[in-house]
């Protein structure tokens, strides 16, 4: 599909409608950080796991100093081992990071590989990042593990198909405190209850309660 990438500007929040039954993706709202022609990549910000970042960090030997009991999210299932952070200031009243200063998107953190992705929120997968951020982490801060992926022209067919709403990317979603409200709380930020949507659960097909 040919210049699909036109038609959609990164970076953006792609909200699962509920007949996306995928266990992976059900309810899913993803952080679309690129979208090309060739493809398209992004991270599932809802999806916390059960493993502990300073579990993970204590493998790679680098000192955890933040909450014991801070978890890893699930950024998708392609290259489930691939870790990436995505962190922001430490205060969330933070002034707004501008475009040349991604550096210094975590306060008084000096990254060596990061990228901002958006005002105020950066991404890194250098190793020596994570060590400094682990060493003071900022309030806002996500491990993911693994990331979503779609190759050329599928992201566009699965919108098109009404699998995927899109909404403005924002910090206070992309970090919010309580995961489960995420996918609500992003379709009310366009406009969108969720009560009113069709109730689909994966192996139930279309029920007759409101979606939560």
Sequence with gaps: MAGASATLSTPVL?????????????????LLIRHEDEGSLGFIVNRPTG?????????MEVDWRGGEDTVAYFGGPVAPNLGTVLFGP???????????????????FEAEAASEVLAGVSLTQHVGD???????????????????????????????????????????????PDPERVWSAALESVGVDPA???????????GEETAN
């Design 14 to 30: 792609l909200l699962a409608m509920p007949q996306v039954l995928d266990p992976f993706f059900h309810r899913s709202v993803v």
């Design 51 to 59: 493993i502990k970042v300073s579990e993970i960090l204590k493998g």
């Design 90 to 108: 430490s205060s969330a009243a933070a002034a707004p990071v501008p475009a040349d200063a991604a550096a210094a998107a975590g306060g008084d």
């Design 130 to 176: 994570l060590s400094r951020l682990a060493e003071a982490p900022p309030e806002r801060f996500r491990l993911f593990l693994g990331y979503a992926g779609w190759g050329s022209g599928q992201l566009i067919e699965e919108i098109l198909r009404n699998d995927w709403l899109t909404a403005p990317a924002r910090g206070d979603l992309i970090f919010a």
């Design 196 to 206: 009113t949507l069709p109730s689909w659960t994966p192996g139930g097909g279309n």
